[in-house]
Nanobody, 117 residues
Framework: QVQLVESGGGLVQAGGSLRLSCAAS????????MGWYRQAPGKQRELVAS???????DYPDSVKGRFTISRDNAKNTVYLQMNSLKSEDTAVYYC???????????WGQGTQVTVSS
């Protein structure tokens, strides 16, 4: 059974930092594409970072230079380092695993990030 468990969310002041973790079980993250998404109240879920099987990363302009996605294959965990946080970064953050060469994907339960201005 595949499980993704996020942690590391919380309340932080604007300009601060947080590091989110997504621990996977039942599947190897190194063999699949991993992504971090967020959803703010009343808004659609959006991608904020992704890391491909080969290690290539991608970010939207809204977080580029502030967020960094990384993975530790030995721990089977993906991280999202978030720096220079802004109030507009407030959202529930989700981890997603896209199974290689298939249409299957898995989501974590989400972790709340609140940035106070």
């Amino acid at each position: 059974q595949v499980q993704l468990v996020e942690s590391g969310g919380g309340l932080v002041q604007a300009g601060g930092s947080l590091r989110l973790s997504c621990a996977a079980s039942g599947i190897f993250i190194s063999l699949n594409r991993m992504g971090w998404y967020r959803q703010a109240p009343g808004k659609q879920r959006e991608l904020v970072a992704s890391i491909a099987r080969g290690g290539n990363t991608d970010y939207p302009d809204s977080v580029k230079g502030r967020f960094t996605i990384s993975r530790d294959n030995a721990k089977n965990t993906v991280y999202l380092q978030m720096n220079s946080l802004k109030s507009e970064d407030t959202a529930v953050y989700y981890c997603r695993l896209e199974v290689f060469a298939s249409s299957y994907d898995y989501w974590g339960q989400g972790t709340q990030v609140t940035v106070s201005s």
